[in-house]
């Protein structure tokens, strides 16, 4: 994890310690992964701390662009740096509401409601294949969390990881993606499932769902069909440039806000300027 600096001066924010090569650095490992849970808010307060300590009318500016940035593409940033595709044609669920009746005694969402979560958005996730990305094969995607199709779609393992107590009122938002490049004769895939809170902005919970592929005609497992191997392979190759190119937005926004404090308080002959 990239590691917190202690402040330069009185009253100065908590920064991240950015190597001036970050922004080239391989993508293997997203950079959020390196950052503290709550990066999104520490960010959004460092720029909030050079903004009150003094900027110019351009730093001022350059400064409401990042935070403007922070704030509506947050999801993209924070998902897309893992490599989710967080299209609305590829999102599982979009700011879904988290209900009173999902907590537990202690006044947090139960655990087996993550797995429902993870679970109903598995299934939009088929669904929105057929409706979106594969319409010709739209009735087969569709089917596949049900047993009226010749092949369907079984969850066999689901493991997840809770990250923080998650209460009402939020909102989630729910992403998938494979797990590994599909092949052809495969039977089985992994799908990587992302619950986001809307409330704090970071992730909520991480699940890991094993599906299996099963043909109800003849009552046993199956391989994949041709087609859905090659959507599912062009699906793979999306992920990898969103995850590329998503990194690469981090990392250039966290050189920015590093900039930007170099040219106020952080700066030698830095003077606090108090209206």
Request: aromatic share 10%; hydrophobic share 40%; glycine share 6%.
């Amino acid at each position: 994890m990239i590691s917190l600096a202690r402040p330069l001066r009185r009253g100065a924010p908590l920064r991240f310690r950015i190597q001036a090569s970050l922004r080239h650095q391989s993508t293997s490992t997203p950079i959020t992964a390196q950052l503290p849970p709550r990066w999104l808010s520490d960010l959004k307060a460092r720029l909030g701390h050079c903004m009150t300590f003094g900027l110019s009318p351009s730093q001022n500016s350059h400064a409401a662009q990042i935070l403007r940035t922070l704030s509506t593409d947050w999801r993209t940033l924070l998902a897309g740096s893992e490599g989710y595709l967080t299209s609305p044609e590829r999102t599982s669920l979009y700011r879904w509401p988290v209900a009173w009746g999902e907590q537990d005694s202690m006044g947090h969402v139960n655990n087996v409601m993550y797995n429902r979560y993870a679970e109903s958005g598995r299934v939009a996730w088929a669904q929105k294949y057929g409706k979106f990305v594969d319409p010709a094969h739209g009735e087969v995607w569709r089917d596949l969390a049900t047993p009226r199709g010749s092949v369907g779609m079984i969850l066999r393992k689901i493991t997840t990881e809770f990250k923080f107590p998650m209460k009402y009122p939020d909102h989630i938002t729910v992403y998938h993606k494979l797990h590994a490049e599909p092949g052809e004769a495969d039977d089985a895939f992994m799908l990587d499932v992302l619950i986001l809170s809307e409330l704090h902005q970071r992730p909520a919970a991480r699940c890991y769902e094993d599906c299996a592929l099963y043909d109800y005609n003849l009552a046993k497992k199956t391989t994949m069909l041709p087609w859905m191997t090659n959507v599912l392979r062009e699906t793979w190759r999306l992920q990898r440039v969103a995850k590329q190119e998503n990194n690469a937005k981090v990392a250039e926004l966290l050189v920015q806000v590093k900039k930007i404090e170099q040219e106020s308080w952080d700066r030698k002959d830095a003077v606090e300027a108090f209206g």
